[in-house]
């Protein structure tokens, strides 16, 4: 039963936004570590964030700095990755998953660091 489901993604033009959801069944969210990372055809796996199960600490890959910004909503047990200024390299399908490190109070943007996995929603950025 536990479930993590991302929404959000879409096809949007260079420059534009989108804000990705991942929303948790079955476990409440505020005791993970939650990442968001992203796969393109071809390429490996990337880190994108990471939030901590505190929600004080936050990663991101130097790809993103700047440009993207993720949150926890705990009345919702969902966290969200706000993208923008979208270039057309992140396109790829993105994926939020869940784990629960040793240090709590830090998260690092790593897949074996996590347990549980969304299914992944596709975002794409084209003109």
């Known amino acids: 039963q536990l479930q993590l489901v991302e929404s959000g993604g879409g096809l949007v033009q260079p420059g534009g936004s989108l804000r990705l959801s991942c929303a948790a069944s079955?476990?409440?969210?505020?005791?993970?570590?939650i990442g968001w990372f992203r796969q393109a055809p071809g390429k490996e796996r990337e880190g994108v964030s990471c939030i901590s199960s505190s929600g004080g600490s936050t990663n991101y890959s130097d790809s993103v700095k700047g440009r993207f910004t993720i949150s926890r909503d705990s009345a919702k047990n969902t966290v969200y990755l706000q993208m923008n200024s979208l270039k057309p390299e992140d396109t790829a399908v993105y994926y939020c998953?869940?784990?629960?490190?040793?240090?709590?109070?830090?998260?690092?943007?790593?897949?074996?660091?996590?347990?549980?996995w969304g299914q992944g929603t596709q975002v794409t950025v084209s003109s």
């Open positions: 998953a869940a784990g629960k490190p040793i240090i709590q109070t830090m998260c690092i943007i790593l897949g074996y660091d996590y347990d549980y």
């Open positions: 079955g476990f409440t969210l505020d005791y993970y570590a």
